[in-house]
């Protein structure tokens, strides 16, 4: 087997944090104008930088920013790429099991690319100097989305431009714009990316399947893109830069949008994306089994069994005996261990108090102390 990359790590976490309050009243602030770009920047620092030692009492191994710059864990960055604008919309894309995010939509108007004068350059430039060399770990949509949310889920008010008749042209953009953002975080000294990625959540649900069947895509073909897309952009990976994936069935004020085990995905995704790990949701019965997982090849997987949605929890003996079950199908040297997705997509956060947040982290790094021990693999 190959030697492994570390990170992830034996804890780990997705990304997201709950908003202060206090950060949550600057925006709120700045949207209505009583305050500028540059002092809202000043709170957020602030915020992050007290997120930051909150992460490094908790014995994280990597640090982010909580995704605290960001209303959306996805819109924020797709919106700010060259070629890509944001459009109001009456509905969001999805519908959630309860509580609805404000209406959004994406369109293209030119070729997309990812520019040097990217808000997240400058986002992720002033979290390494918060960590003050501490390792460091960014979250961005993975490339997937850039076509699932204006083209799949909004097929009926999609209008290509004329560079994308040709869909295949637009698939090539986004996999040449993601190598640059590779490129260009990398310069910028980050070692661990994350593509965070609903596409496959909503291709495991079995009524969305039949609903994008009904509309005429094929969704085999349709995955095979999505992974060919993925693979062209991990071609700029260098070796010493590990990116990994969350599969996510959507997370919003403690609610979801997709049900269904992997199985349907697990060939495509599983056994042809060369990503070095994947963190994976299974803190419900909506994420099916761990039969799926016979399809991994070599990668790490982040075993999502604690759930960031509700403040119960988990029983730590019920955890280590799911972590056994798993191993029937995937090593334990390849295993990990986290939440099952960010504490916050988006800045409202999910129904959880701070303090229920941390308590939720401490569980999953005693769980896996428990497991692995004081690990080499961290």
């Keep these: 087997m190959p030697t492994l990359k570390q990170p992830p790590y034996t804890y780990d976490i997705v990304g997201s944090f709950l908003r202060p309050a206090g950060l949550k009243q600057a925006r709120e602030d700045f949207a209505a104008g009583r305050i500028d770009r540059a002092q809202l920047t000043s709170v957020e620092d602030e915020a992050i930088a007290d997120l930051v030692q909150k992460e490094k009492k908790a014995g994280l191994k990597a640090v982010t920013d909580g995704e605290f710059r960001r209303a959306m864990w996805h819109l924020d960055f797709l919106e700010a790429l060259e070629g890509v604008e944001h459009v109001d919309a009456e509905r969001w894309s999805v519908e959630f099991k309860g509580p609805k995010p404000k209406g959004a939509q994406l369109r293209f108007s030119g070729r997309v690319d990812f520019g040097a004068d990217h808000p997240f350059l400058e986002h992720y430039r002033r979290l390494v100097r918060i960590a003050d060399g501490y390792p460091t770990k960014l979250t961005i949509p993975a490339p997937s989305m850039l076509h699932l949310i204006p083209c799949v889920r909004g097929k009926a008010s999609y209008q290509p431009i004329e560079r994308y008749q040709d869909e295949g042209a637009l698939f090539d953009d986004i996999a040449v714009a993601y190598q640059h953002a590779i490129r260009a975080f990398y310069d910028l000294g980050c070692r661990y990316l994350q593509f965070d990625d609903t596409s496959w959540g909503e291709l495991c649900d079995a ?76 803190d419900s019965e909506r994420s099916g089994d761990f039969a799926p997982l016979a399809h991994i090849r070599d990668q790490v997987v ?16 019920a955890l280590v005996a799911r972590i056994r079950e798993a191993e029937k199908y995937v090593p334990l040297d390849r295993l990990r261990l986290s939440t099952q997705c960010g504490f916050s997509s988006t800045e409202e956060g ?5 303090d229920e947040q941390w308590a939720k982290v401490a569980l999953v790094r005693r769980v896996a102390e428990r497991v692995w021990g004081q690990s080499p693999l961290g």
Excluded at 302 to 317: A, C, R, W
Excluded at 350 to 354: A, F, M, P, Q, S
């Design 207 to 282: 009524r969305k399947r039949a609903a994008y069947e009904g509309q005429g895509f094929d969704l085999d073909r349709l995955a095979q893109r999505y992974v060919d897309t993925i693979n062209k952009a991990l071609e700029a990976r260098p070796a010493d830069m590990t990116i990994t994936t969350h599969i996510c069935r959507g997370n919003f004020r403690s609610t979801w949008f997709s049900s269904g085990g992997y199985g349907p995905i697990a060939k495509a995704l599983f056994s042809q994306a060369n990503y070095d790990g994947f963190f994976l949701e299974y």
């Design 302 to 317: 982040v075993l999502g069994l604690v759930t960031s949605k509700t403040p119960e929890l988990e029983g730590e003996d």
């Design 350 to 354: 999910n129904i959880l108090t701070e």
